[in-house]
């Protein structure tokens, strides 16, 4: 390979690294999944175009790419594969992560790598603090060969104590391949690809303005970017704008090799971290001639290669060295495109996509191994609990069966009622698990007196075997390296001071939904743990994080360990506090620790108050005190005037009493965050989300509560879309309303398990919030309101008559619809479609009367989205009995839910489950979606008789068999409305005796679209009977035998479906073509039914006989096939018609055959 450059060594060192990489690899490449976090999924920039490649370049190595948002949760996959997106990726899943930012942290429990893309500068910009935590969450570094950024990285890794495996690998930001072929000339042009910032304002970073205002001018560049960018238009009165260019990681490639002319102007930012824009890769993969400004990297790699010009001098001065190369380029384009050509065999040698991806791939499971070091010590985990939540506790043991490279010993502090019942399964398998498993039941008991965890480590601490111990509890998550990294970092020689303790990084999780680990946001909570024991005295917060540490089992045993039985919380803070004083904490640096906010918020305060643990710690340094401790607030007694032994205080309040919230009410107690001061009308909500926070009192057995919020809404300034509502309790997403200017009463009702909860904490969440402007658009107050509250209580549910169902009325689901009193909670009603989460939802009602074939009609869609991959399939329960369970599509359609006897209370009470298998998060909102409802409807399957023609009129005898798809029944005739429609009936058992029998059906019809007769599949019972041929100018009967395995001596259910080949369409004045009628009719029905006995050709005889009858009886049902119907009377369109069981309808004459299959017809003369 050529080694021209300035530094040849630099490119022999590149050389080398990939020759000893991928040549190590023994057999076929490795291949593997990669989960790549899109930083901004809403936004299209240069770090989706940078995945797009990726995505390629993934596929050309037979390796592939997860793109997920930044929690973890995939939004498309490289090979369109379809991926679920309700769940964040794990360790099973993919092989490790790639970040482009350092806005996207590692969240979830993947190895991940971090690209040193970014200039130093862009971490300060951004806010160096929590930039950096960000950063130091990922597991290892990849470098672009920017030498100041790669030790920023590494002395930051090396703070932490991070093991090194090596150099860094190498991941450039080059396009994948294939590459374009040189093709410079005469006309070759500038390329140009970015945003005028200088006009938006921002001079700052358009420094290059003034250059591009005169490189267009002189007609020699091609600008490509966006049209419009924060409400102006950057490019506007450039004649050489070429428009947008769609970031699909291959159209920039292909642009910049039309021009010609690569122009890759670095910033200093750039320029002074080492850090090459993905420009010059562009320009060598598209195969031009690069013009730079001075770069290291072009320097180390690249000087041979590219022209440079000097940018100390100004923008003009730069526009007439540009112009000189320009000319120099066009004077000799063959020696433009060998430089072009050699530059491309440099980037497919060196610096491609593809081969770096490869090495890496190649390298990781050795660096992933190397990282981790050998396996740890054994540790005695600690879990104390004196709840009831057998899935809390479910989750915390299945994180620690997951851990990885440490033997973990149990020691479980369990109430005895749990241990002996619901947690009797999951002792069982923990001992099966681990290699020792102690059970301790004598601390948190009913007779136990505020016992806390301080009681909890002291009957414990006699069962710690091992060097090393943690303490767990629920509301906590663990990565699988998480107590692994704990026991490395214990052992590692202390240093300045014996290391008597680890700390983990933090990770909080936040979700949506009901239910559990549903959509979880997650955020770098921190990774540095003080170092000041007073800090461990101050920051209580320190104490209620017991998982993120791992101690000394010394601790335990200590003499001052005799003060933990007088310690909840503050146990904790005692280890850290003895740490502290006679050593020091080593720190991981490694977020490897989830802290779950919602089981945080709703716990139940500690039975002993935080200033009386803090003195009580105090009191451990009594006669050895520590300079400078800070002041602890007075405890005094717990009698009439002393403080309460509980806190933090969570107020309780009272069941049925509605409590106004404004100024000086005692409601303003239950404010936790979010709210605004009180005023005399309520208080507003200052941003999206306001919290309420306490306890309900005297609740007893009470199961069956509602909450109820008075709530007033702004609607949004911009459209002016009324305001909605989400009302969410301890995580769960109960409601979503729409609200008014004036407060109106939401209720909703609490879950059984819910309603239990120690304490609640109530989300109201705006789906909009801004200042408040007056009419010219100026801000009069800066707050962002959006809800104003003005009342809240908690109520025992009221026990009021259910709605009751009528049969055969459509009750719609809807917002303003009828059925709205239905709805019992699970459901979103909107104007379009009323909505299910990711929960059951329940619908109550009363039958008054039963008959023997109920069923309700429930009109569905399933929610349309491109997150949508698997069906949602939805389960039907009726009092808790399954019923039914089907999938629901993307198109609206009706599905039949069965109400059998058995499962209806005595009094026809009815209880309607709905359980969609999941839901779908829709992004940029805050909701979670499965299936929408629209309307409901009571039916009954009446019995059909052999031989009775059932006319399909207003006053006719078979206008109760029509299902979906008919439109409105009309005098003479029903039409169909669209392409299908269903009859549906029962047949009696006994009421046929073996005969033969066939469908009859009278038909009539419009044209189709191309003018010729629609022809209608005719199906019974999904079974297809033959296909009709209508006329749109007479009535056709059809008569369409039944297979012989439909007579049945049992009860059979009758379903006739009618299919137009053709779509229908709206009745247009043929001249205006205006619409006279938008619904969409092409075939009518005026009467069926089931006849017994062979089909016969009708006698000559007889026809004639009809002949006459028909010129008698007069031509009325003709009408119904011309289009509309609400003239024709019902009086002459039924006269002549016999409906008793007989043969044949008489007043036809026999046109021949009209349908596919063994079908005879008579048509009558319109």
């Known amino acids: 390979m050529d080694m021209t450059a300035d530094h040849p060594a630099a490119l022999a060192k590149l050389q080398a690294y990939f020759d000893q990489v991928l040549g190590e690899a023994a057999g076929a490449p490795r291949r593997a999944t990669i989960a790549v976090p899109l930083t901004w999924p809403e936004i299209r920039n240069a770090e989706y175009e940078v995945i797009k490649r990726f995505c390629n370049a993934a596929e050309r190595i037979g390796s592939r790419i997860i793109v997920t948002d930044n929690n973890g949760y995939p939004v498309w996959s490289s090979d369109d594969a379809p991926v679920d997106k309700t769940r964040q990726l794990g360790p099973d899943d993919v092989d490790f992560m790639i970040s482009l930012h350092f806005e996207s942290p590692r969240l979830i429990d993947v190895p991940s790598y971090y690209a040193i893309w970014q200039p130093v500068d862009f971490y300060f910009d951004f ?7 960000k950063l130091l969450t990922h597991s290892d570094g990849l470098s672009c060969s920017a030498d100041p950024s790669d030790a920023h990285f590494q002395a930051l890794m090396a703070s932490c104590g991070r093991n090194r495996p090596g150099h860094l690998p190498y991941l450039f930001h080059s396009p994948s391949g294939p590459y374009f072929e040189p093709k410079i000339t005469e006309e070759s042009r500038l390329f140009y690809i970015g945003i005028n910032w200088e006009r938006l304002g921002q001079s700052k970073k358009g420094r290059f303005h003034e250059l591009l205002r005169l490189l267009d001018d002189e007609k020699l560049i091609d600008i490509y970017g966006p049209r419009t960018f924060l409400g102006a238009k950057p490019w506007e009165g450039y004649d050489c704008y070429r428009g947008e260019l769609p970031f699909d990681g291959k159209s920039v490639v292909r642009a910049l090799h039309n021009s010609g002319i690569c122009l890759a102007m670095s910033s200093k930012a750039h320029q002074d971290s080492g850090v090459m824009s993905n420009r010059l890769f562009e320009g060598l993969a598209a195969g031009t001639a690069i013009i730079a400004n001075p770069h290291p990297f072009i320097d180390k790699y690249f000087s041979d290669l590219v022209y440079q010009v000097d940018d100390t001098v100004g923008d003009e001065e730069i526009f007439f060295q540009i112009t000189d190369i320009i000319t120099e380029i066009r004077a000799d384009p063959e020696a433009a495109n060998e430089r072009a050509r050699k530059g491309q065999e440099r980037l497919r040698d060196l610096f491609s996509l593809e081969k770096c991806l ?7 499971p050795a660096r992933t191994a190397a990282r981790r070091g050998p396996d740890a010590a054994p540790i005695t985990v600690i879990f104390p609990y004196a709840g009831q939540r057998l899935s809390a506790v479910r989750e915390v043991l299945e994180d620690l069966k997951a851990q990885a490279g440490v033997a973990i010993e149990l020691v ?9 019942g619901a947690g009797k399964a999951l002792i069982e398998a923990a001992q099966a698990h681990f290699p020792r498993v102690t059970v301790i039941t004598d601390v948190f008991h009913q007779d136990a007196l505020q016992p806390t965890l301080g009681a909890a480590l002291h009957a414990a601490r006699g069962h710690v075997t091992t060097e090393a ?45 009901a239910k559990r680990d549903l959509f979880v946001r997650r955020t770098v909570a921190g990774l540095n743990m003080p170092s000041d024991p007073r800090d461990v005295l101050v920051n209580s917060d320190l104490w209620r994080t017991p998982g993120r540490y791992l101690f000394s089992a010394g601790l335990l045993t200590s003499a001052g360990a005799e003060v933990l039985p007088l310690l909840d919380d503050g146990a904790t803070g005692y280890l850290l506090l003895q740490t502290l004083i006679g050593g020091r904490v080593a720190q991981t640096g490694e977020a490897g620790y989830v802290r779950i906010i919602p089981d945080a918020v709703t716990r139940m305060p500690s039975a002993q108050r935080i200033a009386r643990q803090q003195q009580f710690l105090r009191d451990t340094l009594r006669f050895d005190p520590l300079p400078g401790l800070p002041p602890v607030p007075p405890v005094t007694g717990t009698g009439l005037n002393g403080d309460l032994a509980v806190a933090p205080f969570v107020p309780r309040i009272f069941l049925d009493e509605m409590m106004d919230v404004r100024t000086g009410s005692a409601a303003l107690q239950y404010l936790d965050t979010g709210f605004s001061h009180p005023e005399a009308g309520g208080i507003w909500i200052d941003g999206g989300v306001g919290t309420l926070r306490f306890r309900i009192a005297n609740a007893g057995k009470i199961e069956d509560m509602q909450i109820a919020l008075m709530l007033a809404g702004r609607p949004a300034l911009a459209d002016n879309r009324p305001q909605h509502v989400t009302v969410a309790v301890n995580g769960m997403t109960l409601g979503y309303f729409q609200l008014s200017a004036q407060p109106v009463a939401i209720t909703v009702r609490l879950p059984v398990g819910l309603a239990k909860a120690e304490v609640l904490q109530v989300r109201i969440i705006a789906d909009h919030a801004e200042p408040v402007r007056n009419a010219e658009g100026a801000i009069v107050d800066p707050r962002r309101l959006g809800i104003l509250l003005t009342g809240v209580g908690i109520f025992r549910s009221a026990k009021v008559p259910l709605p009751e169902l009528a049969p055969d009325l459509d009750y719609d689901l809807r917002r303003t619809g009828n059925g709205r009193p239905l709805l019992v909670e699970g459901c979103f009603p909107e104007e379009e479609l009323t909505w299910l989460s990711d ?65 209806m209370g005595d009094m026809g009470n009815c ?30 399957l009446d019995p059909i008789e052999p031989d009775v023609e059932y006319l399909t009129t207003s006053t006719g005898n078979g206008k109760s068999f029509l299902r979906e798809g008919f439109s409105k029944i009309e005098p003479v005739a029903t039409w169909i409305d669209g392409d299908k429609a269903r009859i549906e009936g029962r047949l009696e058992p006994g009421e046929f005796s073996g005969e033969a029998m066939h469908l009859e059906i009278r038909a009539g019809s419009r044209a189709a679209a191309d003018g010729e007769p629609h022809r209608c599949r005719v199906m019974l019972n999904g079974e297809e009977l033959g296909t009709i041929t209508l006329d749109p100018v007479k009535v056709i009967t059809a008569r369409l035998p039944l297979p012989p395995t439909f007579v049945t001596d049992k009860e059979a259910d009758l379903r006739i479906g009618l299919e137009l080949e053709a779509p229908a369409l709206p009745v247009m004045d043929p001249v205006t073509k205006k619409v006279l009628d938008p619904r969409r009719l092409g075939m009518n029905l005026l009467a069926f039914r089931l006849a017994t006995g062979e089909i016969q050709p009708e006698p000559e005889a007889d026809l004639a006989a009809d002949a006459d009858q028909t010129e008698e009886d007069g031509d009325e049902p003709a ?13 002459k369109a039924t006269k002549g018609r016999r409906t008793a069981r007989a043969g044949r309808v008489s007043g036809h004459t026999n046109s021949g055959p009209v349908s596919s299959g063994p079908v005879s017809a008579s048509d009558k003369e319109s």
């Open 127 to 133: 806010g160096y603090e929590p930039s950096v935590a």
């Open 358 to 364: 490869q090495a890496l791939i190649t390298q990781h």
């Open 412 to 420: 479980l502090v369990w109430d005895p009622v749990f241990a002996e």
């Open 469 to 513: 111990f943690a303490v767990v509890s629920t509301g906590e998550r663990f990565f699988r390296d998480h107590f692994r990294s704990l026991a490395q970092a214990l052992t590692v020689p202390g240093g300045r001071a014996r290391v008597l303790a680890a700390a983990s990084g933090q990770l909080d999780e936040d979700y949506e939904g």
């Open 839 to 903: 929960g059951p939802a329940l619908l109550r009602f009363r039958i008054r009367e039963r008959m023997p074939k109920m069923r309700l009609e429930l009109d569905l869609i399933a929610v349309s989205s491109e997150t949508q991959h698997e069906p949602i399939e939805l389960t039907c329960k009726i009092n808790d009995m399954p019923v039914a369970r089907f999938k629901v599509g993307e198109r609206m359609s009706t599905h039949v839910i069965p109400l059998p006897a058995e499962a």
């Open 911 to 940: 209880e309607l489950t709905l359980e969609p298998s999941h839901a779908v998060r829709m992004y940029g909102g805050n909701r979670i979606l499965s299936v929408g409802l629209r309307r409901l409807r009571l039916s009954n």
């Open 1119 to 1131: 009408k119904a096939t011309k289009g509309r119907t609400e003239d024709a009377g019902s009086a």
